[in-house]
């Protein structure tokens, strides 16, 4: 495969962001025409400028701050204008900003949004628009409707849209008033956080998408009550923070409910929706989540599928039966104690929350053997441990899948004792797969419980995703670590004794292997910070790396054999 293939490089650019895809202009002539003339402009304004709130009262910081922003301004406009001068077709344009400024930046907002409109091929707009005087050092008062940025009327021009998002300060309202709305081929609407005024905005608007087939609309300022009607298309919506949502939509699938950053119950009006298969609820206090809620639910719905309850308030017990679910997920429902079950065709089940309000018990009635069961939590003490232990033990029937995923947080007490593995009780529960999530400030913490988490679960595969690790150690302190070549002395107090010691060893072990890693991860960095750039970039494989952020995070699978 030659690198100046222009099917290669074609393909490659086509989803990388444009500051990406100039990058490889390097490689040769033929990257360079492609990028050049790069169809998909996006534009991130965080990834190269960044503010903490401690650096707001420092003079060098500010003035640092004004000149990328500036750099980056200069950039998207030296882009645009030349696109519009050689007549380059523009289909997606992407611009994100966190500094918006709103006394000097909009006429050169005004100025994209012109050309971009003026581009007959453009079928994708996304605008995100942020105050942050913290870069200038003033601040600005994010809640005045004065500092919003105005939709000019040039986006009305851009007939060919298939997706609209607009996200953070912006108005739509005076642009839906003073003008007829006319999208023929929206198919995707979002709006998040956006100025609309009131209802009649949002009804204006949605009358002139007539082929919109996802909405989204949250925290929509100005705007309490959502009313949707009139979209024979529509597919799959989602409406966060409102007081009254009514939805009168036939052919709607896919809906998700929210109302997280409101104290005020909402009134939920979907009688009408009789095709849904997926409902996602997230914090709705007005919804109580009984058997009585549940039979009603099903009964109105007969082809839902799939259920999401997250952070709802719910009774104790509960008694799930359906013929057509399929997946099902409680996460962080406080009260929930107990819950039966009963579902035929159910695929899977999740459950994640905090240990201290962990369910007693969760059985599955006349369910398949094959339901995949995924439990998560965040581990801070010793005692969670316990408490997981007790949990897995009270899970009927037995031979249920399940996978286990914790996350070590930052800041956790957990405490290893010599009798580490005194008192585990027999039989253990096992466990299909434990994925382990591991922070910088917890690696320590992950090399003690390494063992500790395989004699309590037994699992027969452990997905370890740890940041700034190495495959040596991984290799070291799992395969070898962990593996039971012995597991008839389970029983006997000499096999105890002796796991005790070997896990003491191993300990040891890891801590060393630990230390040497960081010293070979730093070593291997500068090295492979290039290389893994174009593959993980251009979608070409690279083992288990992959960049985030500057760090390498580590995804790696161990099957362990019994």
């Not at 990058?23 to 960044?50: D, N």
């Not at 060098?60 to 000149?67: D, F, H, S, T």
């Amino acid at each position: 495969m030659h690198i100046n293939d222009l099917s290669l490089s074609n393909s490659s650019t086509h989803w990388l962001p444009y500051e990406d895809a100039a990058r490889t202009s390097v490689l040769s002539k033929a990257w360079h025409e492609t990028w050049s003339s790069f169809p998909i402009l996006v534009f991130h304004g965080s990834r190269c400028v960044r503010v903490h709130v401690k650096d707001r009262k420092d003079p060098l910081k500010i003035q640092e701050n004004r000149r990328k922003v500036n750099s980056f301004l200069k950039s998207v406009d030296r882009t645009l204008v030349r696109f519009h001068h050689h007549g380059f077709a523009i289909k997606e344009f992407n611009l994100s900003m966190m500094f918006f400024h709103p006394l000097f930046m909009p006429h050169l907002v005004d100025r994209w949004m012109k050309i971009v409109g003026e581009s007959s091929s453009i079928q994708v707009l996304k605008l995100e628009l942020q105050l942050a005087g913290c870069f200038f050092g003033c601040d600005f008062d994010s809640h005045a409707v004065d500092n919003y940025y105005c939709l000019p009327p040039d986006v009305l021009k851009a007939k060919s849209l298939t997706e609209l998002v607009l996200f953070g300060k912006i108005r739509a309202d005076k642009l839906i008033v003073n003008h007829r709305i006319r999208f023929p081929m929206l198919r995707i609407l979002s709006l998040v956080d956006v100025y609309l005024g009131h209802e009649q905005a949002l009804e204006d608007l949605i009358s002139g998408c007539p082929m919109i087939e996802e909405l989204i609309l949250e925290h929509c300022v100005g705007l309490e009550n959502v009313k949707v009607h009139d979209l024979p298309k529509l597919k799959s919506a989602k409406f966060s923070g409102f007081r009254e949502i009514h939805v009168d939509v036939p052919s709607l699938e896919n809906l998700q409910l929210g109302n997280d950053k409101l104290e005020f119950p909402c009134d939920i009006s979907i009688d009408k929706c009789r095709n849904l298969k997926v409902l996602i609820l997230e914090a709705v206090s007005s919804v109580f989540v009984s058997n009585q809620w549940l039979r009603e639910l099903f009964d109105k719905f007969p082809f839902l599928e799939r259920l999401e309850l997250s952070g709802c308030v719910t009774s104790e017990s509960l008694m799930i039966s359906s013929s057509r679910l399929k997946v099902l997920s409680f996460q962080a429902c406080l009260e929930l104690k107990e819950a039966k079950i009963d579902a035929p065709n159910l695929e899977s089940c999740r459950y994640s929350g905090k240990s201290s309000h962990m369910p007693a018990a969760i059985s599955f009635v006349n369910c398949s053997n094959q339901v995949d069961f995924d439990f998560g939590f965040p581990l801070e003490s010793r005692m969670d441990l316990k408490r997981l232990r007790a949990f897995f033990q009270n899970i009927a029937p037995r031979n249920v899948m399940v996978s286990l995923y914790l996350g070590i947080m930052k800041g956790s007490s957990i405490l290893f004792n010599e009798d580490v593995l005194q008192n585990v009780e027999v039989p253990l529960p096992r466990i299909k797969q434990l994925r382990l999530s591991v922070t910088e400030e917890t690696e320590e913490l992950c090399v003690l419980l390494i063992n500790d988490l395989f004699w309590s679960f037994r699992p027969a595969i452990i997905s370890l995703n740890l940041k700034l690790c190495s495959r040596i150690f991984l290799k070291t302190s799992t395969t070898e670590g962990m593996t039971d070549d012995n597991v008839g002395e389970k029983c006997t107090e000499e096999g105890a004794m002796a796991r005790r010691r070997e896990a003491n060893v191993r300990r040891r072990e890891a801590k060393v292997w630990w230390r040497k890693a960081h010293a070979h991860a730093r070593r291997r960095k500068a090295l492979l910070k290039k290389a893994v750039f174009l593959e993980e970039r251009c979608g070409v494989g690279s083992e288990e790396i992959s960049i985030s952020d500057n760090f390498f995070v580590f995804t790696v699978i161990i099957k362990l054999t019994f």
